[in-house]
Every structure is written in C-alpha cells, then in structure tokens.
C-alpha cells in the first residue's frame, strides 16, 4: 500500500508539472513533433528511394550477345556458365525469331522490316543483377566467357541511381542523427526551466533524505508524456503528410512518371514509423527530463 502511494505520487508530480507549465510543455511537444516530421519525412524518403532502385534493379537489364557464327545448341550451352557469375539473380535466352519479334515490337515502320530475317539477329541472353552497384563488375565477368561477344549494359543510369540511393541515405542519416540530439537539448533545456522554480523545493526534500531517484522520477515522467505525446501527434501528421504528397501533390506534378515507379503505401510502413516515432519519443523525453534535473540533486 505505501509502494502504491508512492507510486501515485511520483505520476500525479509528474503529469500535474505538464498542467502548471501549459506553454513550455505545449513548446516541447511543438519541438518533437516538429523534429520528428522532419525524421520521419527524410527516412520514408530514403526507404521509397532505396525500394525504387530495387524495383528498378528487378527491371534494369544487361544484354549479353553470344558470337554469331554459335548454333542454337551451343548458345544455350553457355548459360550454366552464366548463371555462375555472382550477382546474376536471372538469365534468360533469346532466339533469333524472339529477338527479331522484339525489335518489331520497338519499331512502327514496317519498311524496315523488309529483307530482315531472324539470322540477321544474334542469340542472346537477357541479364537481371542482384545489385545494379556491381554492374561494371558484372560486365567484366560475362565479358570474359568464351562465346559472348558483345555486352550492353547501361553503366551510366545504373552509376546515377546507386549515387542518388548513397546521397539520400547519408542525408537522413545526419539529419536524423541532428534532429535527435537537438530534441533531446531542446527538451532537457524545457524541463530545465520548470525545475528552475522547484530548485528550493529539491534542496529541501535532498537535505530530508529524500533519494536522487524519488526526487528525479516526476520529471522523467514529465518528459515521457510529453515525448509519448510528441510522438502521436507526429506520427498522425506524418500520416497525413505522406499521403497528401504521394497521392495528391506527385500524382498532379509528376503524372505517369511516379505511376510507373510508385510509392509504398504507407500502410506498409506504419508499425515501423509508429515504433520509430514511440521510441525515439520515449528516449528524447526520459532522457531529457533525467538531464534537466541533474544539476539540481548536486546539494
């Protein structure tokens, strides 16, 4: 019974502190939200980013032509060789009558068609990598197999891509690291102006024997709610946000370009942004509310 009365006092001092200082609590919880929008918006930017270039990676091909003086038979016997190369994730043979049917599909006037025949064509091998990163790398290796002549790959895109992914990940990361460390300053400093009051109050429950602990939980109960709180207002913003820009501002902006690559749903991403955003809400507020009072329980 005493433990429980103990208890309920430590949470009443806690949350009864976010009452008696309405606009500096109000201020902290502005700055997490703030912060953690901004977190939140550059990561869902890197994983959209990182999940494109893997959609991309799926669809980007390397095109590799077996000489052309091969039978059939022969060309086929090259795949196993291939399929050995690391970072090939699919091979898939292409006929001369396939290869000659494709280059239909690519062109509209039929006047070029006239005197081509499937031999004017070379078998070939359609080429998907594990990781576009690794292209020339893999260029290299199927250039050095014994009947392939010619490889087309599109070193330049795939160059760009993997540096546009490394640039948006190295920028959230500082950001976010950034963000984080300037909400936690942020929230100790808040909690340091409403302990700023009590500064009395402390010296006096210290010199009675009160425990560095007993004194410290009010405030770190204080910045838990706030941070918690911060954090559900963000994630319901973030929400919000992230829909508006992908399904209204990009589909008007951007057209059928966006459509082709598409955005993840942000249902698929909600239970890690809520974790994020609860975590990252949790740590900012105990530990900003255990640092503010620090300097106040040295009596």
């Not at 196993?80 to 690391?86: C, L, Q, R, T």
């Not at 699919?90 to 006239?114: C, D, H, P, W, Y």
């Not at 081509?116 to 359609?126: D, K, L, Q, S």
């Not at 010619?150 to 920028?171: C, H």
């Amino acid at each position: 019974m005493r433990f429980m009365n103990k208890f309920g006092y430590l949470f009443k001092e806690g949350f009864s502190s976010i009452g008696k200082h309405g606009f500096m609590s109000f201020a902290s919880v502005t700055i997490i939200v703030a912060c953690l929008i901004i977190m939140g918006s550059f990561s869902l930017l890197a994983v959209n980013v990182d999940e494109m270039i893997h959609k991309l990676e799926t669809q980007n091909q390397m095109l590799a032509f077996v000489n052309e003086n091969y039978t059939e038979s022969q060309a086929k016997a090259l795949q196993p060789k291939i399929e050995a190369i690391n970072n090939i994730s699919k091979v898939e043979f292409i006929t001369r009558e396939q290869a000659m049917q494709n280059f239909k599909k690519t062109v509209s006037n039929g006047s070029l068609f006239e005197g081509i025949t499937p031999a004017t064509f070379r078998y070939r091998y359609v080429i998907y990598l594990d990781d576009i990163a690794l292209m020339k790398e893999t260029k290299t290796q199927l250039e050095k197999v014994s009947g392939i002549d010619d490889v087309s790959a599109q070193l330049e895109i795939s160059k760009g891509m993997v540096t546009f992914r490394n640039i948006v990940g190295a920028v959230s990361i500082i950001l976010i690291v950034i963000l984080f460390i300037v909400a936690i300053f942020i929230m100790s400093n808040t909690i340091k102006l409403t302990t700023f009051g009590r500064r009395e109050e402390i010296a006096i429950m210290k010199m009675v024997g009160a425990t560095n602990s007993f004194i410290r939980t009010p405030f770190v109960i204080e910045g838990l709610t706030l941070g918690i709180l911060g954090a559900a207002i963000a994630f319901g913003l973030q929400w919000g946000i992230y829909v508006l820009i992908t399904e209204k501002v990009m589909t008007n902006i951007a057209g059928n370009f966006i459509s082709a690559i598409s955005v993840m749903p942000f249902m698929d991403l909600a239970l890690d942004v809520g974790l994020v955003f609860l975590g990252v809400g949790v740590v900012v507020g105990a530990f900003g509310g255990a640092i503010a009072i620090r300097n106040y329980l040295k009596v």
